[in-house]
C-alpha cells in the first residue's frame, strides 16, 4: 500500500517495486494459462500503468503524471512537479515469459530544482532480477578503469552501426 507520508524518493523506490511486484504475478499467472505474448504485453502495460497513475493520484494529488502508457495531460507543461513513468519499459521481453530485461521507470521533475528544473526522485526496478534501483541514496560510483571501454550492444541494432556511432 502506497502511503502519502512517504518522501518522494521512498515514493518513487516503493512504487517502483510494487508496480514490479504485480507484473511479476501477473506474467506468473498468465504463463500458466498459455497467454499469447500480445496479450501479456497488452495487459502488463495496462496494469502497471493504472497502478502507477491510481497511486500518484492517492500520494501526490496535486501533482501531474506523464506516463508512456496514457494520453499526454497538457497540465505538465504548467505543473511544477511532474512524475515521468515508463511502466513497463521492455514490454516485447516481458511478453517472452522468459526474459529478464525489463524494468518499470519512475522520476520526478520539479520546476524549481534548477534553472531549468531537476529530477529530484527516480527508482528503476528490475523486478525479474528482484532488484530495485534508486537515486536516494547515490549509488557509489565505480573505481576508474584504465582499459578500454566496453561497448553494450542492443539485440535490435548490429554492431556494425553500434560501431559507426561508437
Known amino acids: 500500500m502506497i502511503s502519502a507520508s512517504l518522501t518522494d524518493a521512498e515514493l518513487a523506490t516503493q512504487l517502483a517495486r510494487e508496480t514490479g511486484e504485480l507484473l511479476v504475478e501477473l506474467r506468473t499467472r498468465m504463463l500458466r494459462e498459455d497467454a499469447s505474448p500480445w496479450y501479456m504485453m497488452e495487459a502488463g502495460d495496462a496494469l502497471a500503468h493504472q497502478f502507477i497513475v491510481d497511486s500518484l ?36 521481453e516481458f511478453g517472452e515469459g522468459d526474459r529478464d530485461d525489463w524494468a518499470v521507470h519512475i522520476a520526478l521533475w520539479e520546476k524549481n ?11 528503476v526496478a528490475l523486478p525479474s532480477l528482484e532488484r530495485t534501483l534508486s537515486m536516494s541514496p547515490a549509488p557509489a560510483q565505480p573505481a576508474r578503469q584504465d582499459r578500454t571501454p566496453l561497448m553494450v550492444v542492443s539485440r535490435s541494432r548490429t554492431p556494425a552501426v553500434a560501431a559507426a556511432v561508437a
Open 57 to 92: 493520484r492517492t500520494a501526490r494529488p496535486n501533482d501531474a503524471v506523464l506516463s508512456e502508457e496514457g494520453a499526454d495531460d497538457p497540465r505538465r507543461m504548467s505543473a511544477a512537479r511532474v512524475w515521468i513513468v515508463d511502466p513497463l519499459d521492455g514490454t516485447s
Open 113 to 123: 530544482a534548477g534553472p531549468h528544473g531537476d529530477l529530484t526522485a527516480a527508482a
